[in-house]
């Protein structure tokens, strides 16, 4: 062997090295067919996976940044990142679940075909007569269920561990573009099978998107500005809910959407990098809460890293930002390669579990084939926006529309106004006065919902307060501005907002207030999901159980 | 180049090979073209999607004679389009059956008209009596076309309580 060439540490230094060849005196190996014939499977794993079992500390970080699909790791993980608690997986549950959307979803492509004479025979023939073709289906409508929960609750645990904070704002804002491409991915995939609950449901979304002109209308200026008009066309391509409608819902949903969402989790993922990891306390905190275990087995790495005395210059000056952990060492950390992989595939395995578990026991509906004379009764959108459709109902544009618009600008605004980087990484940071506004807000949020829903369901909304009143003829016929205005919604958003602002006022926090109005809207979101999916009947009368609704 | 620049030059003994600021001009303008094009370029691609001409069927509709319908205080529905006939003394009225809240199909109750779909009202004249239906059911221009029939033309609006005095 060249000398030089000794010199010069290989990849695979610190990798078990496999045997590639036939060893010589003079170091060289023999080059013969047979030989090459004989260590074809080896020299094949070599070439491919460029190691085998990584040994040492060094060989475990060789293997995640050689590795083009795990490098997006750094080669170490902080321990406190991989309580289970610090996150709950809830990121991984949600990426582990698209994959397995994606997975079954292209399966259902071959024999889905998106036209609405041959859209709900070929989902038929997909339940009935495909092989494993029912099971596939409930698997791509059971992992979409979940990616959305889990979406959902990752954004809660972001919240409430503060994590959104300084440096990570922007990663916020991806993450809030995130839920909204995988609503819009589940709502565009329920038109497909055109059957009634799809055709129903995407003539209320596509109406709620064209509800702008109830404001217009109610202001009189449709004929020159139609926000509402305009949003409908581009979104059904027509002025019915027909075949042009589910050829741009299957597009969005098999390739515009997809892809958008593969995009912004590349950038997610980067940034969680690029952001020094998750967010969390100081070491000298987590050791003083004794968050981290103690020097030994556990954490060989506990001990301080003492830089180097010799070495009098730094990188700092070469590369700003806290990307790289100059003159740090290892401290409470753990190989990436196998720690934080193992954990992720646990993740990735019980999501799996979870979607194959729900899809033998329950089936993904298929209702009658779509027929635009008669609605289905009740009409209603997926579970998740049903909170929304309870509002809608009330007034299409302030519930459906304006409303759900100022929750996304206001969470998008929260890293902005709450401008402090610490505490960060904790659940209800500041301690203890976030686990105490935040108990109280859920309280005060529940029952602001629950009262302005009894009293709107109990005496109706406006028309019919005034009956045997004098009120009654202005009450029964008020003017549609009041009604947009002054709806359940908007009494509860300013409810709401006015409950923070109190808090923001007694205590001066930012963070503080935005835990009372997150954990408000959250409240409001759970109760009204669960009036709109529980008590909502036929004609959207009360019921306090779907049992008692009448029979047909 | 500036008389001053030159003097600067020639005092530090370097000539400038390229003006300053002929190179920022430059590349100001390189940069403004390009993102002038690729915005023209993303407006075109942006007109695509939005359908210049509505597709569907025509909005005039055939009926048949006006003998079909005859004189009865209940509003007839017509199962082809969503749409209600009414023809009682006053004369022929065509009333939408699309509830103006989101689009769901209301169906006659005897008192006037009902959505299942978020519990909107309507009187017999398709006034909003219950909400949360913000405007009431458009009514629609009817006519007798040259070969004897009833043509509803649904996508001209009539103020509400107009009558059409057909055959």
């Keep these: 062997m060249n000398p030089q060439q000794q010199d010069i540490p290989s990849v695979g230094a610190d990798l078990e090295q496999e045997t590639t060849g036939v060893p010589q005196p003079d170091g060289r190996e ?285 990188l700092m000056a070469l590369v700003r930002g806290r990307t790289p952990p100059v003159g740090k060492g290892p401290e409470n950390t753990a190989p990436s390669w196998p720690r934080a992989l193992r954990a992720e595939m646990a993740v990735a395995m019980t999501v799996l579990a979870i979607c194959m578990l729900l899809s033998l026991l329950a089936d993904a509906p298929l209702k009658e084939i779509a027929n635009p004379q008669i609605p289905e009764n009740p009409a209603k959108a997926p579970w998740y926006f049903l909170g929304v459709q309870e509002l809608v109902s009330y007034s299409a544009f302030m519930g459906g529309l ?122 409001g979101f759970v109760v009204l999901t669960w009036i709109g999916t529980v008590n909502r009947g036929p004609n959207w009368h009360f019921y306090w159980s779907p049992g008692d609704w009448p029979a047909h | 180049m500036s008389e001053q620049k030159q003097g600067d030059a020639a005092e530090t003994g370097r000539a400038c090979p390229i003006d300053p600021d002929r190179r920022d001009f430059l590349s100001r303008t390189a940069f403004w073209v390009t993102t002038g094009t690729l915005t023209f370029a993303a407006i075109g691609v942006a007109r695509m999607p939005k359908p210049g001409v509505m597709p569907g069927r025509s909005a005039d509709l055939k009926l048949g004679p006006p003998g079909n319908f005859p004189v009865s205080p209940d509003p007839v529905r017509i199962g082809a389009r969503n749409l209600f006939i009414l023809h009682d003394e006053n004369g022929f009225a065509a009333i939408s059956a699309v509830c103006t809240h989101l689009g769901c199909i209301v169906a006659a109750t005897g008192d006037g008209f009902a959505c299942p779909c978020h519990g909107s009202r309507f009187g017999p004249d398709g006034r909003v009596t219950q909400g949360p239906a913000g405007s009431p059911l458009p009514w629609f221009r009817m006519s007798l076309a040259p070969d004897g029939q009833i043509v509803v033309h649904t996508d001209k609006m009539v103020p509400t309580g107009t009558r059409f005095q057909l055959g």
């Design chain 1, 402 to 523: 304006l409303l759900p618009g100022l929750v996304v600008l206001g969470l998008a605004l929260i890293p902005f106004l709450d401008r402090k980087t610490e505490p960060a990484g904790r659940w209800f940071v500041p301690r203890p006065h976030g686990r105490r506004v935040f108990v109280r807000s859920l309280i005060v949020g529940t029952l602001l919902v629950v009262g302005i829903e009894a009293l709107a369901i109990r005496l109706g909304w406006i028309r019919g307060w005034g009956r045997g009143t004098a009120m009654e003829p202005w009450l029964a016929n008020p003017p549609q501005l009041l009604i947009i205005f002054v709806n359940p919604a908007t009494v509860l958003a300013a409810l709401y907002a006015a409950w923070s602002l109190w808090i923001y006022r007694r205590t001066r926090s930012t963070r503080l207030a935005a835990i009372a109005l997150f954990t408000c809207i959250l409240a």
């Design chain 1, 30 to 314: 023999e080059e013969t067919l047979t030989g090459g014939l004989r260590r074809l499977w080896p020299n094949f794993r070599q070439a491919t996976f460029r190691s085998g079992r990584a040994r040492t500390g060094r060989g475990r970080a060789l293997k995640v940044f050689a590795n083009l699909f795990l490098h997006i790791h750094s080669t170490r993980t902080h321990l406190y990142s991989l309580r289970f608690w610090t996150t709950a997986g809830l990121g991984i549950a949600a990426a582990a679940s698209f994959v397995v959307a994606a997975v079954t979803g292209v399966l259902l492509m071959i024999y889905y075909t998106p036209s609405t004479a041959l859209a709900y025979q070929s989902i038929k023939d997909i339940h009935y007569t495909v092989p494993t073709g029912r099971f596939i289906r409930n698997l791509h409508r059971w992992s979409a269920h979940i990616m959305v929960i889990a979406a959902l609750l990752h954004a809660v645990r972001v919240f409430f561990t503060g994590a959104y904070r300084r440096p990570r704002e922007f990663n916020w804002l991806i993450g809030l573009a995130l839920l909204a491409v995988t609503l819009g991915l589940s709502f565009t995939g329920y038109l497909l099978p055109w059957d009634q609950l799809a055709y129903w449901a995407a003539t209320i979304g596509s109406n709620i998107a064209g509800s702008p002109r109830e404001l217009t209308d109610a202001l009189g200026v449709t004929q020159h500005f139609d926000p509402g008009g305009f949003l409908r066309h581009l979104l059904l391509g027509a002025d019915y809910v027909g075949q042009p409608a589910l050829t741009r819902f299957y597009l969005l949903h098999v390739m515009v959407l997809p892809l958008a969402l593969v995009g912004l989790m590349g950038i997610h993922f980067w940034r969680i990098r690029k952001d020094g990891g998750l967010a969390r306390p100081s070491d000298a905190q987590l050791r003083a809460e004794g968050l981290l275990p103690h020097p030994g087995r556990a954490n060989p790495t506990a001990t301080v890293f003492e830089p180097g005395p010799k070495k009098t210059y730094g």
